[in-house]
């Protein structure tokens, strides 16, 4: 049974269009992360959800949106696709607290044409 | 601000020893160790909290020195198992966002 579990896996799209990646938790976590891999394999923090209510806000585009309908749940939206946003999407949770680790979704390969 | 990592890559053959650094400018409160193969998601090693401890995992093991802000992460005898990009993530004391270095690219080869 996946403990985070992120859809879809692969995802190739044109430039301009509209995606979500979904990312479910079955840890019973309190704070969810939204993590960008780009090609040179950098891990940059994007979003941190703790019990649905957002705690980071890195200086990301305002066309990546994170949307979290219960805390077993964390979506990205990312309207306006571009080049630029292809990379590997990585979705994490840990429970609440600093001294967790952090436990990763399998991640979510977005390809922009 | 994310930490700093060193080296950028190693390349080892199978019983060699490795050590890989990570740096801070701010003060922590946590150092994370992952190991990322090919293809798949970080996998965590360990945790260092505040208070400079050093701990094991098989045979790779990790420092956290608090007064310079800086963790190392030991392989001894390296296995080809170990080969994958390494990445160090820290906490800083105000706040929880993990941030990740650029990673340290390991090769194990027999």
């Known amino acids: 049974d996946t403990a985070v579990s992120q859809t879809p896996k692969y995802l190739v799209t044109q430039m301009g269009n509209d995606k979500s990646i979904k990312c479910e938790q079955n840890?019973?976590?309190?704070?969810m992360y939204w993590y960008k891999q780009d090609s040179k394999k950098f891990l940059k923090i994007m979003f941190s959800y703790n019990n649905k209510e957002l705690i980071i806000n890195e200086t990301v585009p305002n066309r990546f949106s994170p949307k979290s309908p219960d805390k077993a749940h964390l979506n990205l939206h990312i309207n306006s696709l571009e080049l630029g946003d292809s990379a590997v999407y990585f979705c994490?949770?840990?429970?609440?607290?600093?001294?967790?680790?952090?436990?990763f979704g399998e991640g979510s390969r977005l390809t922009v044409l | 601000q994310q930490p700093v990592q060193s080296p950028q890559a190693v390349i080892l053959r199978e019983g060699e020893d490795a050590v890989i650094n990570c740096s801070s400018s701010k003060a922590l409160y946590s150092v994370h160790w992952y190991r990322q193969k090919h293809g798949e998601a970080p996998v965590f090693l360990m945790i260092?909290?505040?208070?400079?401890e050093q701990k094991g995992h098989e045979k790779i093991s990790a420092s956290f020195n608090e007064k310079k802000q800086q963790s190392s992460l030991y392989l001894t005898a390296s296995q080809l198992s170990y080969s994958g990009t390494y990445f160090c993530?820290?906490?800083?004391?105000?706040?929880?966002?993990?941030?990740f270095g650029a990673g340290t690219r390991l090769t194990v080869k027999p």
């Open positions: 260092l909290l505040k208070g400079g």
């Open positions: 993530g820290t906490e800083t004391v105000n706040n929880n966002d993990m941030r």
């Open positions: 840890l019973g976590h309190d704070t």
């Open positions: 994490a949770s840990r429970s609440r607290g600093r001294a967790g680790e952090l436990f």
